[in-house]
């Protein structure tokens, strides 16, 4: 049984205290025994994964809210490109229901963000893949409606600092995602094919980067966005269609590159 099916049927074989714990209780509608498992346990036997791809899900739509909300107020637009989030990354009815939720505290007045962020990085060990999917994610999320608003770019960049990502990395995403890199599944447009710009662009490289140096880079994307890979890590099973479709868009871009070179 995933996760998510053993919260909304209360058969936790785990318990998350702290702030996540509590948006948990939310989400599912369960009382958490927070005294169980607090934050900090080092006996990850027997429920390990099951707990971080519980955080990684808690902390994703929750953060996502605050986002949103980042300039004041969230609008009903902003709330059906977070609907169109949800329907992109593949998550089944009831996961949806729990992510609204989650969506919905993130844009509460007392929203812990620091508390969250700082327990997210704590309960995903600090694995760098999988943080940085939860920043591409945000990301996507911030750039739905293509627009980066300055009040979403200030809290992504506050983000970065709690979860120890450095800014450069944040800007190399987003020249990414302005590409069209993760977006595929909001934009039409996407359909097409993808230009020599944008390839080098969705790689983070400079037209001038040498046939190996190519390489390099397109095996370590390819290796940080491998679904299998991710879920290793952390990453929801039911999360896994961004991914996959991510390393498509790699892939691609690669492909695209070599023919232009002649490879």
Not at 41 to 58: C, E, P, V
Not at 76 to 88: F, G, P, R, T, Y
Request: aromatic share 8%; charged share 25%.
């Amino acid at each position: 049984m995933a996760w998510w099916g053993k919260a909304l049927g209360g058969a936790f074989g785990f318990m998350i205290g702290g702030p996540l714990g509590a948006l948990m209780g939310i989400a599912f509608g369960h009382n958490f025994d927070r005294g169980m498992r607090s934050l900090g346990d080092t006996d990850w036997q027997g429920g390990a994964q099951d707990r971080i791809q519980a955080a990684f899900f808690t902390a994703t739509f929750s953060v996502m809210g605050y986002i949103a909300k980042a300039d004041g107020k969230v609008t009903q637009d902003e709330i059906k490109l977070a609907e169109s989030v949800m329907h992109h990354l593949g998550l089944p009815a009831e996961m949806r229901k729990s992510a609204r939720k989650l969506f919905n505290e993130g844009k509460s007045r007392n929203f812990p963000i620091d508390e969250v962020l700082d327990q997210f990085r704590q309960e995903s060990r600090r694995r760098t893949t999988l943080i940085q999917m939860f920043l591409e994610i945000q990301l996507q999320a911030a750039y739905a409606d293509g627009i980066m608003h300055p009040a979403e770019k200030k809290v992504l960049r506050h983000i970065c600092g709690r979860l120890g990502v450095p800014l450069a990395q944040l800007d190399r995403l987003e020249e990414m995602l302005k590409a069209g890199f993760g977006r595929a599944g909001y934009q039409a447009a996407q359909s097409k094919q993808t230009s020599i710009e944008d390839a080098y662009a969705m790689l983070a490289l400079d037209k001038s980067v040498s046939d190996s140096e190519l390489k390099k880079a397109y095996r370590r994307l390819m290796s940080q966005h491998h679904p299998d890979k991710l879920v290793s890590r952390g990453l929801p099973d039911e999360m896994i269609a961004d991914a996959t479709e991510k390393t498509q868009q790699i892939k691609s871009a690669y492909e695209t590159i070599r023919e232009a070179r002649g490879l």
